[in-house]
């Protein structure tokens, strides 16, 4: 029986990313391979997080939120970005097309993020006898992040790939992206600064990254105009 | 937007490469978190499981062990006043409130039950604060008397699904609270309904191949005359230490029989400052034993003297025997098997009563003939006359009690012994001893003064007293080499010298299962329902999410078409 808890909150946390693969062209175009090696240059920017957060922060003892840790984990998240620039750019993909690569690429750093930091408490508290709401609300945090990564990636694409963009949207663009890169830093703070409970957590998220994956594609389709 | 050409080939080396590490990767990761201990249940609390034992062949006490059931908190559902199915719930009864008639009738028609949890309150716990002393009150005693009766019933029934005794705690107190409450709707927590599931995860119990008892003796050898010392009188102090109980992991036996043991280890020390110096050296020969298997009909006892050789044994000239000398009253019994006209016992009997009336305390004399075909040996004392050894016990209970029955059980712990009436009936036996071996009859001496040298030590008294109370002594399941019987053994020679530990197989009739305490987790479960229901949501969402990005992306026609392939072949041939 709780296996199939399990079972449950493994499609919730991983269905969503398998069922944006096959629906959208992504499938027909065969594009498992950027998603692969976005996933792999994901693994690696979360490695070098690792090693910076672990030689530049130091550990507090209470829970309590310190402007200037959060800061720190703030600048350090903007590793995050240059990693997915290195997605974006410098990996040779093959011949497909612009909004496609930003898609492949979001998706294989979203499964990337989900597996890393999802995969192994679902694997040890879902399976147990007791049962709790958390495995739920991780997977809706999952799917919101599947959206955030899919923005982020497409206001990437915008403004490291495109090359002629209309003068006016420029700042939107950065704007946009730059709160959407420092994302984890507000979820850290509503949690310890604030103390809101995890329920709440989850559904600002999950409205902030539609919000934002609204905008982006708002965005997206503004700059595709030009060029068509 | 650009129509790329499939290139197959080229996609695949690179996925076969990364494809096995990844999946080893994330096999290794599995494997590791799968040996990481699940422990996240809403509580852990220690249980103590009712004595499996058979005499005879005949099974008592609870036959299983592991439990995993849900929760429940009465015998019968509310709604209907017959008793509802409970062949798969644990019911979680606290002590307190229990009602006994309605246990007894359901343990005698033997109606099912998944299992038992009965909460003793944590006064009853044998880490709780031994603030013993004056100030038990009467809802203490109370509680006693009906634990008592709940350990009678449950050691003489045989009970075929698991029973455990814990502590109420807070966590306990909420589950129950919670589960109560959820009983009150009548709907009693199975699988298909969610609510608290009871695990003891413990292997099946299993015989105790050769259940060992050791009995522990020392000498005080006494002062040779002309003649050789082995024809010196022997006077033999007896108490036996181990314990029986409904939970043996919880039988710490207190007053039956920690006061005995405390009370011996006592006059051994304070003779043994006598016996030291040869010219206060008594012409009798001190020989202290702390026997084992009490409760299996003084098992160890009878082992014992067998194994004294007959010369020593024709030496002895009484025993006085220790039995439950440790309650806040102030009667005292002096059990025989010879009749009270017997010149020896109104000898031994004057002597005792003589000093009590000095101290202030009231000694009775009790005669009980022994029946040498009845195996039932209901004192000590009867094991030293079956072999024709003048003996006594000295104890606070007024009657024989019946097999396991005042054994040191659930109710006897620390709470229910007071230190200085202990103290007092050391110094009654010592003083009436010392009479004896001194020939002081008729004097007013007091040897055993307060604030003398040989005052009885109130802090040794209760510094053993505590150590017993918190040490559970049921002979079977103590090891050969065990703690306590080491430490008595230590103490023993302390004071006395030849210290022997003798070690025997306990008598076939008893035998004992293992598995006496475990570890309870609560877990709170959902209901098969709502893991469907889940599912069903989950899997609607899914649906839908793919059918909203099929039509972004490629428009309602792909979607349609995914639906209508053999349909439009058909179309397309006609």
Redesign the interface.
């Known amino acids: ?1 709780t296996l ?2 399990f ?2 909150c493994a ?2 946390t991983f ?2 990313h398998a ?2 693969y ?4 992504l499938s ?3 594009t ?2 950027t998603s ?1 090696k976005a996933a ?1 240059v994901y693994l690696i920017t979360a490695l070098v997080k690792l090693v910076c957060l672990a030689t530049f922060l130091n550990v507090s003892e209470t829970d309590s939120f310190d402007p200037y840790q959060e800061l720190l984990k703030a600048l350090i998240g903007f590793i995050d970005v240059a990693g997915l620039y290195f997605a974006l750019t410098q990996l040779t993909h ?4 612009q ?1 496609h690569k930003f898609q492949a690429v979001g998706l294989g750093w979203a499964f990337a993020d989900s ?1 890393l930091h999802r ?2 408490p679902l ?3 879902a ?6 709401w958390d495995y ?1 609300f991780q997977g809706l945090e999952a799917n919101a992040n599947l959206v955030l990564s899919l923005s982020l990636a497409a206001l990437g694409s915008l403004m490291w790939l495109r090359k002629n963009k209309p003068k006016t949207l420029i700042p939107i663009i950065y704007a946009c992206a730059g709160i959407v890169a420092t994302m984890p830093s507000i979820t850290s703070y509503l949690r310890q600064g604030l103390g809101w409970h995890l329920p709440k957590i989850v559904g600002f998220e999950l409205f902030t990254s539609l919000a934002m994956a609204f905008i982006s594609w708002q965005l997206f389709a503004a700059c595709q105009r030009p060029s068509n | ?2 129509n ?1 050409p ?3 080939q ?2 695949k080396p ?2 076969v490469l ?1 494809d096995p590490v990844y999946s080893s990767m ?1 096999t290794l ?2 494997i590791v ?2 040996c ?1 201990e ?1 422990c ?3 509580t852990v609390v220690d249980v103590y499981r009712l004595v499996q034992y058979d005499i005879g062949g005949v099974p008592f006490g609870s036959r299983l062990a592991s439990l995993n059931h849900h929760a429940g908190s009465s015998l019968f559902s509310s709604s209907s006043g017959a008793a509802a199915d409970l062949s798969r719930t644990v019911l979680i009864l606290p002590v307190r409130e229990l009602n006994l008639t309605f246990i007894k009738e359901y343990i005698a028609q033997r109606k099912p039950l998944g299992g038992l949890l009965l909460l003793l309150p944590p006064a009853f716990s044998p880490n709780a604060d031994s603030v013993g002393g004056a100030d038990h009150d009467s809802v203490k005693d109370l509680m006693k008397e009906v634990l008592v009766e709940l350990e009678q019933l449950l050691i003489h029934a045989n009970i075929p699904y698991p029973v455990y005794f814990g502590f109420e705690d807070d966590g306990i107190n909420t589950v129950l609270a919670d589960v109560k409450k959820n009983d009150a709707t009548g709907q009693l927590a199975t ?1 298909t309904t ?1 609510g608290y ?1 009871l ?1 003891v995860a413990v292997p099946e119990p299993k015989k105790i191949a050769s259940p060992t008892i050791a009995n522990i003796q020392g000498w005080l050898p006494g002062l040779k005359a002309d003649g050789d010392s082995n024809q010196l009188p022997t006077i033999a102090i007896v108490a036996s230490y181990d314990t029986f109980g409904a939970a043996p992991a919880l039988s710490v036996g207190s007053d039956s029989n920690g006061s005995g043991v405390v009370a011996l280890l006592e006059i051994a020390r304070l003779f043994s400052i006598l016996y030291s110096n040869p010219k206060t050296r008594g012409r009798y020969n001190l020989l202290f034993g702390l026997t084992s298997g009490g409760p299996y009909n003084y098992n160890g006892t009878y082992k014992w003297l067998r194994s004294l050789d007959q010369r020593q044994r024709e030496t002895i000239d009484y025993a006085i025997c220790l039995n439950s000398i440790g309650s806040f009253n102030n009667d005292l019994w002096i059990h025989v098997s010879k009749p009270p006209e017997n010149a020896y016992i109104k000898q031994i009997f004057e002597g005792f009563s003589n000093v009590a009336e000095e101290l202030g305390l009231k000694v009775g004399l009790k005669h009980k003939k022994i029946n040498i075909s009845n195996t039932r040996v209901a004192w000590e004392h009867e094991q030293f006359s079956r072999l024709r050894v003048t003996a006594a016990t000295l104890s606070e209970l007024s009657f024989a009690p019946e097999l396991l029955q005042s054994t040191g059980g659930l109710s006897d712990n620390r709470h229910f012994v007071d230190e200085a009436s202990v103290s007092r009936r050391v110094k009654l036996v010592a003083e009436s001893l010392a009479r004896h071996i001194y020939d002081l009859k008729g004097k007013d001496i007091n040897i055993f003064a307060d604030n003398s040298s040989l005052a009885v030590n109130p802090s040794y008294v209760r510094s053993w007293l505590d150590l017993l109370s918190t040490t559970p002594r049921v002979a079977p399941f103590l090891s050969k080499t065990d703690p306590i019987i080491m430490a008595l053994k230590k103490e023993l020679a302390d004071h006395t010298i030849e210290v022997n530990v003798q070690q025997e197989v306990l008598d076939g009739m008893f035998t004992f299962y293992d598995s006496t305490t475990g570890r309870l ?1 609560i ?4 209901s ?1 329902t709502f ?1 469907l229901l ?2 069903l949501v ?1 899997g609607s ?2 649906i839908v ?3 909203f ?2 039509i972004t ?2 428009g309602l026609d792909d979607l349609i078409s995914l639906f209508r392939r053999p349909p439009s072949r058909k179309v397309k041939t006609a």
């Open positions: 029986m199939f808890h079972f449950n499609i919730l269905g969503p069922v944006y096959s629906a959208t062209p027909e175009y065969d498992l391979g692969i792999v093959r011949n497909i097309s909004c597996v995969l192994a694997w040890v508290g399976r147990g006898l007791e049962f709790t739920i | 937007m650009a790329c499939k290139k197959v080229n996609s690179s996925s990364i994330i990761l599995i978190m799968a990481v699940i996240d249940a809403v699988a969610g599931k695990v987790h877990y709170q479960v959902a098969v893991d889940l599912l989950l969402y899914l999410l793919f059918s990005l099929v992306t490629r």
